[in-house]
């Protein structure tokens, strides 16, 4: 390689353009390294193309997005290897890395491909979406080993996404974190608030446990005098949600969208932070919560046990146990003093996860340069 290092990224992440001032940051030092290209997802009403980016979809009907963008996507990356090839080709996730390789096998560009793992590709066949989707499971597990296998080299985020790998024979070429903005997680800390509040930030889908919390909050709330829960997201679980809010008029609220700022200003209103999640690869509202000073009641599953240690920055429950998660949520917000503990070890344990986007693109640069 000579000069910056040609660089195509794909994934199924949604982009509008022009980028909001977050991911303005991450592309601008990525674009520092490599001369870039990315392959991704658009939004209704937004440009689909410009120097660095090529945006495909949303398709109509929008239930055969998904479909569609998988059975498109060797075309769209046959293509974009063609015209732009590059020196590396960085794919976030299992599955789309197997159609990116038959792309790439009809494209005939013998470019190295790195399959980005951000956690079990087995969870989104079975605990995302329509329950309909868990009848692809075996063909999606066959089709990311295969990917898995075939990948010139694996990237991991956590402990936990690196034993993932490990576990069917392949070595990752490196581990480190997705780059996280916590610019708007860093000012000062603020006291808890005088009433509990517990908060929750994610989409509402089943892998992140969202009907075992509604179940929970049904349990604790007749507990706690005062306290609320907010739930910020949205997702093919919203009708769990909008039954909470009726059985629970004026202890739970929910807000379906967020700005970084408006997260970073619900956890400073929060006591704690919950994620019940039944399968994570690690967890970036968790960073977030511990720079803000922020305990965490969380399941003791995938990348969530490599930040949350239990009784310094957290709480760790088991998973699907709505009793065992109410018992944590009353504990907590009910003890000012403990609450008060973790938000102090959560801070602490930030600083281990703060990196610039320097540091991200320096680290993703090495990775790239260890291909040749």
């Not at 990525?30 to 991704?40: N, P, Q, S």
């Not at 979809?57 to 063609?82: A, H, I, N, Q």
Request: net charge positive.
């Amino acid at each position: 390689m000579t000069g910056r290092p040609r660089l195509l990224m794909v994934g199924r992440t949604r982009y509008r353009l022009p980028l909001n001032e977050t991911l303005r940051i991450k592309f601008e030092a990525l674009a520092e390294k490599f001369d870039l290209r990315v392959l991704a997802s658009g939004v209704d009403g937004a440009p689909k193309h410009d120097d660095v980016f090529e945006l495909a979809g949303p398709w109509r009907p929008r239930r055969l997005d998904g479909v569609l963008y998988f059975l498109t996507l060797p075309s769209l990356s046959r293509r974009e290897l063609r015209r732009h090839p590059p020196d590396a080709v960085l794919v976030q996730g299992a599955h789309e890395t197997w159609f990116v390789l038959l792309g790439r096998s009809l494209s005939g560009v013998r470019t190295p491909i790195v399959l980005d793992v951000h956690g079990d590709w087995r969870s989104p066949t079975r605990l995302y979406g329509s329950p309909a989707r868990r009848l692809l499971s075996p063909l999606a597990d066959r089709l990311a080993l295969s990917a898995l296998r075939r990948a010139d080299a694996v990237r991991t985020i956590s402990d936990y996404t690196t034993e993932l790998v490990r576990s069917h024979g392949v070595e990752p070429a490196a581990e480190f974190p997705a780059f996280m903005d916590l610019e708007p997680f860093l000012a000062p800390v603020v006291q808890l608030p005088a009433l509990p509040r517990v908060l929750f930030v994610g989409v509402l889908e089943l892998y992140k446990g969202i009907d075992d919390l509604a179940e929970a909050w049904r349990i604790a709330a007749p507990q706690l005098p005062g306290a609320t829960l907010h739930l910020v997201g949205k997702g093919s679980r919203g009708a769990v949600v909008e039954s909470l809010l009726r059985d629970l008029p004026g202890r739970t609220e929910w807000t379906e969208e967020l700005p970084t700022e408006g997260v970073a200003r619900a956890l400073d209103a929060a006591t704690v932070l919950v994620l019940p999640s039944r399968s994570e690869g690690m967890g970036r509202v968790l960073v977030e919560a511990f720079c803000r000073g922020r305990g965490v009641v969380a399941s003791n599953v995938g990348g969530i046990v490599d930040l949350v240690r239990d009784g310094e920055n957290g709480l760790l429950v088991p998973p699907q146990q709505a009793k065992g998660l109410a018992e944590a949520l009353v504990r907590v917000l009910g003890d000012p003093a403990l609450a008060g503990r973790l938000g102090a070890g959560a801070k602490s344990s930030s600083e281990a996860w703060v990196a610039t986007p320097e540091q991200y693109a320096a680290r993703l640069a090495a990775l790239v340069a260890g291909l040749r």
